[in-house]
Protein backbone atom coordinates (compact mmCIF):
# COMPACT_ATOMS: atom_id res chain seq x y z
CA UNK A 1 0.00 0.00 0.00
CA UNK A 2 1.04 3.46 -0.71
CA UNK A 3 1.54 5.75 2.31
CA UNK A 4 1.84 9.30 2.09
CA UNK A 5 3.61 10.96 5.27
CA UNK A 6 2.71 14.32 6.06
CA UNK A 7 4.71 17.19 8.04
CA UNK A 8 8.04 15.02 7.34
CA UNK A 9 10.65 16.18 9.21
CA UNK A 10 14.74 13.58 9.03
CA UNK A 11 13.68 11.95 12.25
CA UNK A 12 10.39 11.12 10.92
CA UNK A 13 11.69 9.30 7.53
CA UNK A 14 14.17 8.03 9.98
CA UNK A 15 12.24 6.40 12.34
CA UNK A 16 9.66 5.56 9.94
CA UNK A 17 11.87 3.63 7.57
CA UNK A 18 13.09 1.72 10.08
CA UNK A 19 9.54 -0.02 11.21
CA UNK A 20 8.43 -0.19 7.97
CA UNK A 21 7.73 -3.10 5.85
CA UNK A 22 8.81 -3.73 2.09
CA UNK A 23 5.10 -4.28 1.52
CA UNK A 24 4.66 -0.13 1.63
CA UNK A 25 5.87 2.47 -0.72
CA UNK A 26 6.08 5.58 1.38
CA UNK A 27 5.98 9.11 0.24
CA UNK A 28 7.38 11.52 2.31
CA UNK A 29 6.09 15.17 2.26
CA UNK A 30 7.09 18.37 4.32
CA UNK A 31 3.99 20.24 4.03
CA UNK A 32 1.17 19.87 6.42
CA UNK A 33 -1.97 18.37 6.05
CA UNK A 34 -4.99 20.68 4.70
CA UNK A 35 -7.71 20.51 2.51
CA UNK A 36 -5.66 22.27 0.14
CA UNK A 37 -3.00 19.92 0.53
CA UNK A 38 -4.89 17.06 0.72
CA UNK A 39 -4.52 16.27 -2.88
CA UNK A 40 -1.09 15.26 -2.08
CA UNK A 41 -1.97 11.80 -1.34
CA UNK A 42 -2.69 11.21 -4.63
CA UNK A 43 -2.57 7.58 -5.21
CA UNK A 44 -2.02 6.65 -1.78
CA UNK A 45 -4.38 4.46 0.42
CA UNK A 46 -3.20 5.40 3.97
CA UNK A 47 -2.08 9.15 5.05
CA UNK A 48 0.03 9.46 8.13
CA UNK A 49 -0.39 12.73 10.12
CA UNK A 50 1.17 14.84 13.29
CA UNK A 51 -0.50 16.97 15.93
CA UNK A 52 -0.58 20.30 13.77
CA UNK A 53 -2.13 18.35 10.77
CA UNK A 54 -5.87 19.87 10.15
CA UNK A 55 -7.80 16.24 9.44
CA UNK A 56 -10.95 18.49 8.88
CA UNK A 57 -14.03 17.68 6.91
CA UNK A 58 -12.58 19.61 3.80
CA UNK A 59 -9.56 17.35 4.03
CA UNK A 60 -10.90 14.29 4.94
CA UNK A 61 -13.26 14.46 1.63
CA UNK A 62 -10.90 15.21 -0.19
CA UNK A 63 -8.40 11.90 1.32
CA UNK A 64 -11.48 10.30 0.43
CA UNK A 65 -12.46 11.51 -3.27
CA UNK A 66 -9.17 9.92 -3.45
CA UNK A 67 -8.98 6.35 -2.00
CA UNK A 68 -7.55 7.02 1.54
CA UNK A 69 -8.81 4.86 3.65
CA UNK A 70 -6.98 5.29 6.61
CA UNK A 71 -5.50 8.00 8.40
CA UNK A 72 -2.91 7.00 10.93
CA UNK A 73 -2.01 9.68 13.46
CA UNK A 74 2.08 9.99 14.95
CA UNK A 75 0.61 10.59 18.35
CA UNK A 76 -1.89 9.71 21.08
CA UNK A 77 -3.90 12.99 20.76
CA UNK A 78 -6.91 13.67 18.39
CA UNK A 79 -8.24 16.67 19.00
CA UNK A 80 -7.12 17.78 15.33
CA UNK A 81 -9.41 15.50 14.08
CA UNK A 82 -13.04 15.51 13.09
CA UNK A 83 -14.48 12.41 14.32
CA UNK A 84 -17.64 12.59 12.82
CA UNK A 85 -16.34 14.05 9.67
CA UNK A 86 -14.12 10.75 9.52
CA UNK A 87 -16.93 8.35 9.98
CA UNK A 88 -19.53 9.80 7.53
CA UNK A 89 -16.67 9.89 5.19
CA UNK A 90 -15.76 6.47 6.06
CA UNK A 91 -11.88 6.84 6.96
CA UNK A 92 -10.49 5.29 9.51
CA UNK A 93 -9.17 7.03 11.70
CA UNK A 94 -6.02 5.28 14.16
CA UNK A 95 -3.75 6.50 17.07
CA UNK A 96 -0.88 6.11 19.22
CA UNK A 97 -2.15 5.23 22.55
CA UNK A 98 0.96 5.33 24.41
CA UNK A 99 4.56 5.55 23.31
CA UNK A 100 6.68 6.91 25.97
CA UNK A 101 4.97 8.66 29.25
CA UNK A 102 8.79 8.95 30.31
CA UNK A 103 9.84 10.60 27.75
CA UNK A 104 6.75 13.51 28.51
CA UNK A 105 7.19 13.39 31.91
CA UNK A 106 10.63 14.17 32.48
CA UNK A 107 10.97 16.99 29.82
CA UNK A 108 7.95 18.12 32.49
CA UNK A 109 10.11 17.51 35.46
CA UNK A 110 13.15 19.50 33.52
CA UNK A 111 11.31 22.54 32.97
CA UNK A 112 10.49 22.59 36.73
CA UNK A 113 13.58 22.40 37.90
CA UNK A 114 15.28 24.44 34.95
CA UNK A 115 12.62 27.34 36.03
CA UNK A 116 13.30 26.63 39.51
CA UNK A 117 16.45 26.83 40.16
CA UNK A 118 16.73 29.71 36.85
CA UNK A 119 19.00 27.37 34.95
CA UNK A 120 17.86 28.72 31.26
CA UNK A 121 18.98 32.44 32.90
CA UNK A 122 22.29 31.17 34.52
CA UNK A 123 23.26 29.57 31.37
CA UNK A 124 22.67 33.12 29.42
CA UNK A 125 24.49 35.00 32.01
CA UNK A 126 27.58 32.47 32.52
CA UNK A 127 27.95 32.27 28.42
CA UNK A 128 28.23 36.05 28.78
CA UNK A 129 31.19 36.34 31.77
CA UNK A 130 28.38 37.45 33.90
CA UNK A 131 28.51 34.79 37.48
CA UNK A 132 26.63 37.14 39.58
CA UNK A 133 24.02 35.27 41.37
CA UNK A 134 21.30 38.22 41.83
CA UNK A 135 18.12 36.95 40.35
CA UNK A 136 18.95 33.71 40.42
CA UNK A 137 17.48 32.50 43.75
CA UNK A 138 15.49 29.34 43.81
CA UNK A 139 13.73 27.00 46.41
CA UNK A 140 13.91 23.34 47.57
CA UNK A 141 11.53 21.13 45.90
CA UNK A 142 11.46 19.09 49.06
CA UNK A 143 8.19 19.23 50.76
CA UNK A 144 6.84 21.42 48.57
CA UNK A 145 3.13 20.71 47.01
CA UNK A 146 2.66 19.71 42.99
CA UNK A 147 -0.53 19.13 41.44
CA UNK A 148 -0.95 16.80 38.38
CA UNK A 149 -3.98 17.93 36.64
CA UNK A 150 -4.70 14.84 34.71
CA UNK A 151 -3.34 11.11 36.09
CA UNK A 152 -2.85 9.06 32.95
CA UNK A 153 0.44 7.27 31.98
CA UNK A 154 2.23 10.39 31.37
CA UNK A 155 1.06 11.93 34.75
CA UNK A 156 1.46 9.05 36.67
CA UNK A 157 5.06 9.08 35.78
CA UNK A 158 5.22 12.87 37.00
CA UNK A 159 3.48 11.63 40.12
CA UNK A 160 6.05 9.05 40.74
CA UNK A 161 8.94 11.22 39.99
CA UNK A 162 8.03 14.39 42.34
CA UNK A 163 7.59 11.41 44.80
CA UNK A 164 11.20 11.01 44.95
CA UNK A 165 12.20 14.50 45.24
CA UNK A 166 9.77 15.02 48.79
CA UNK A 167 6.71 16.25 47.66
CA UNK A 168 3.54 16.55 48.71
CA UNK A 169 1.03 15.08 46.02
CA UNK A 170 -2.30 16.23 44.79
CA UNK A 171 -4.04 15.21 41.51
CA UNK A 172 -7.17 16.01 39.69
CA UNK A 173 -9.21 13.44 37.13
CA UNK A 174 -12.52 12.58 36.11
CA UNK A 175 -11.03 9.17 37.19
CA UNK A 176 -8.56 8.19 39.47
CA UNK A 177 -5.70 6.21 38.99
CA UNK A 178 -5.12 3.76 41.52
CA UNK A 179 -1.26 3.17 40.11
CA UNK A 180 -1.24 7.09 41.90
CA UNK A 181 -2.91 6.40 45.04
CA UNK A 182 -0.63 3.96 45.87
CA UNK A 183 2.09 6.14 46.33
CA UNK A 184 -0.04 8.45 48.21
CA UNK A 185 -0.92 11.20 45.94
CA UNK A 186 -4.71 12.16 47.22
CA UNK A 187 -7.30 13.16 44.84
CA UNK A 188 -9.09 16.58 45.39
CA UNK A 189 -11.44 18.91 43.24
CA UNK A 190 -9.28 20.94 41.12
CA UNK A 191 -10.41 24.53 42.69
CA UNK A 192 -8.62 22.78 45.87
CA UNK A 193 -5.66 21.06 43.88
CA UNK A 194 -4.95 24.90 42.32
CA UNK A 195 -5.47 26.42 46.23
CA UNK A 196 -2.91 24.21 47.47
CA UNK A 197 -0.27 23.56 44.69
CA UNK A 198 2.83 25.30 44.65
CA UNK A 199 3.45 23.96 40.94
CA UNK A 200 0.62 22.58 38.59
CA UNK A 201 1.84 20.22 35.86
CA UNK A 202 -1.32 19.92 33.54
CA UNK A 203 -1.23 16.74 31.39
CA UNK A 204 -4.85 15.87 30.43
CA UNK A 205 -6.04 15.67 26.82
CA UNK A 206 -8.05 18.33 25.26
CA UNK A 207 -11.25 18.24 24.62
CA UNK A 208 -14.23 20.61 24.84
CA UNK A 209 -14.39 20.67 28.63
CA UNK A 210 -10.50 20.55 28.93
CA UNK A 211 -10.13 23.91 26.18
CA UNK A 212 -9.35 26.87 28.34
CA UNK A 213 -9.04 24.52 31.77
CA UNK A 214 -6.63 27.06 33.09
CA UNK A 215 -8.66 30.43 32.61
CA UNK A 216 -8.25 33.89 34.35
CA UNK A 217 -11.28 32.26 36.88
CA UNK A 218 -9.07 29.19 37.49
CA UNK A 219 -5.72 31.58 37.46
CA UNK A 220 -6.83 33.48 40.66
CA UNK A 221 -7.39 30.70 42.48
CA UNK A 222 -4.28 29.35 42.31
CA UNK A 223 -1.71 30.33 44.91
CA UNK A 224 -0.17 32.96 44.39
CA UNK A 225 3.09 33.01 42.55
CA UNK A 226 2.53 28.95 42.13
CA UNK A 227 4.88 27.16 39.27
CA UNK A 228 2.46 26.12 35.91
CA UNK A 229 3.82 23.70 33.58
CA UNK A 230 2.02 22.39 30.55
CA UNK A 231 3.24 19.96 28.70
CA UNK A 232 -0.03 18.14 27.22
CA UNK A 233 -1.63 20.29 24.71
CA UNK A 234 -1.48 24.51 24.27
CA UNK A 235 -5.50 25.39 24.49
CA UNK A 236 -5.91 24.09 27.72
CA UNK A 237 -4.20 26.96 28.68
CA UNK A 238 -6.07 30.69 28.37
CA UNK A 239 -2.35 32.71 26.98
CA UNK A 240 -4.14 36.04 27.41
CA UNK A 241 -5.26 34.95 31.07
CA UNK A 242 -1.54 33.61 31.80
CA UNK A 243 0.07 36.95 30.61
CA UNK A 244 -2.31 39.08 32.89
CA UNK A 245 -1.32 36.33 35.87
CA UNK A 246 2.29 36.43 35.11
CA UNK A 247 2.09 40.32 34.82
CA UNK A 248 -0.06 40.30 38.50
CA UNK A 249 2.50 38.16 39.90
CA UNK A 250 -0.64 35.62 40.70
CA UNK A 251 1.59 33.03 38.63
CA UNK A 252 5.60 33.19 39.74
CA UNK A 253 6.79 30.71 36.51
CA UNK A 254 5.21 29.18 33.47
CA UNK A 255 6.64 26.36 31.46
CA UNK A 256 5.19 25.47 28.31
CA UNK A 257 6.37 22.74 26.07
CA UNK A 258 2.68 23.66 23.83
CA UNK A 259 1.37 26.57 22.88
CA UNK A 260 -2.51 26.74 21.57
CA UNK A 261 -1.67 28.81 18.19
CA UNK A 262 1.87 26.64 17.91
CA UNK A 263 0.91 25.24 14.44
CA UNK A 264 1.93 28.28 12.84
CA UNK A 265 5.29 28.10 14.74
CA UNK A 266 6.61 24.91 15.79
CA UNK A 267 8.11 22.48 14.32
CA UNK A 268 9.98 24.85 11.83
CA UNK A 269 13.06 27.29 12.18
CA UNK A 270 11.71 30.81 11.73
CA UNK A 271 14.86 32.22 13.04
CA UNK A 272 15.14 34.79 10.14
CA UNK A 273 11.95 35.34 10.14
CA UNK A 274 9.64 38.11 11.67
CA UNK A 275 6.88 35.72 14.52
CA UNK A 276 3.95 37.70 13.69
CA UNK A 277 2.55 36.27 16.99
CA UNK A 278 2.30 39.18 19.74
CA UNK A 279 1.04 36.62 22.58
CA UNK A 280 3.76 34.32 21.92
CA UNK A 281 6.59 37.45 21.95
CA UNK A 282 4.66 39.33 25.01
CA UNK A 283 5.55 35.24 26.48
CA UNK A 284 9.12 35.60 25.89
CA UNK A 285 9.82 38.84 27.27
CA UNK A 286 9.09 37.18 30.53
CA UNK A 287 12.62 36.00 32.79
CA UNK A 288 10.59 33.47 34.62
CA UNK A 289 8.89 31.87 31.58
CA UNK A 290 10.55 29.12 29.83
CA UNK A 291 9.15 27.75 26.63
CA UNK A 292 10.18 24.85 24.21
CA UNK A 293 8.80 23.72 20.99
CA UNK A 294 6.89 20.97 21.91
CA UNK A 295 9.71 18.54 22.16
CA UNK A 296 8.63 16.42 25.38
CA UNK A 297 7.82 13.63 22.93
CA UNK A 298 11.21 13.87 21.29
CA UNK A 299 13.44 10.85 22.53
CA UNK A 300 14.61 7.88 20.83
CA UNK A 301 12.75 5.94 22.53
CA UNK A 302 9.43 7.37 22.06
CA UNK A 303 9.40 8.07 18.35
CA UNK A 304 10.93 4.48 17.93
CA UNK A 305 7.55 3.50 19.83
CA UNK A 306 5.67 5.87 17.30
CA UNK A 307 6.93 4.47 14.42
CA UNK A 308 6.67 1.26 15.54
CA UNK A 309 2.84 1.47 16.74
CA UNK A 310 2.28 3.59 13.66
CA UNK A 311 3.08 0.83 11.24
CA UNK A 312 1.50 -2.06 12.94
CA UNK A 313 -1.76 0.29 12.43
CA UNK A 314 -1.14 0.63 8.73
CA UNK A 315 -0.23 -2.99 8.49
CA UNK A 316 -3.14 -4.29 10.35
CA UNK A 317 -5.60 -2.15 8.23
CA UNK A 318 -3.64 -2.95 4.68
CA UNK A 319 -4.69 -7.10 5.76
CA UNK A 320 -7.96 -6.43 7.39
CA UNK A 321 -9.06 -3.00 6.57
CA UNK A 322 -9.15 -2.24 10.84
CA UNK A 323 -6.22 -1.27 12.31
CA UNK A 324 -4.87 -2.02 15.76
CA UNK A 325 -5.91 0.98 17.43
CA UNK A 326 -8.78 2.70 16.17
CA UNK A 327 -10.50 5.85 17.38
CA UNK A 328 -14.02 6.42 18.02
CA UNK A 329 -16.23 9.39 19.08
CA UNK A 330 -16.49 7.31 22.18
CA UNK A 331 -12.74 7.47 23.22
Do not use: W
Not at 86 to 100: C, E, F, L, M
Amino acid sequence: MEIAVFSTQSYDRQFIDAAASNQHQIHYIEAKLTRDTAVLAQGAGAVCVFVNDQVDDGALQVLKSLGVGLVALRSAGFNNVDLAAAKRHGVVIARVPAYSPEAVSEHAVALILSLDRNIHRAYARVRDGNFALEGLLGFNLHGRTVGVVGTGRIGACVARIMKGFGCKLVAYDIKPNTACTEIGVMYVPLAKLLQESDIVTLHCPLTPETRHLIDADAISRMKRGAMLINTSRGAIVDTQAVVDGIKSGAIGHLGLDVYEEEAALFFDDKSDQIIRDDLFERLLTFPNVLITGHQGFFTEEALKAIADTTMANIDAFAKTGKAVYEVTEAI
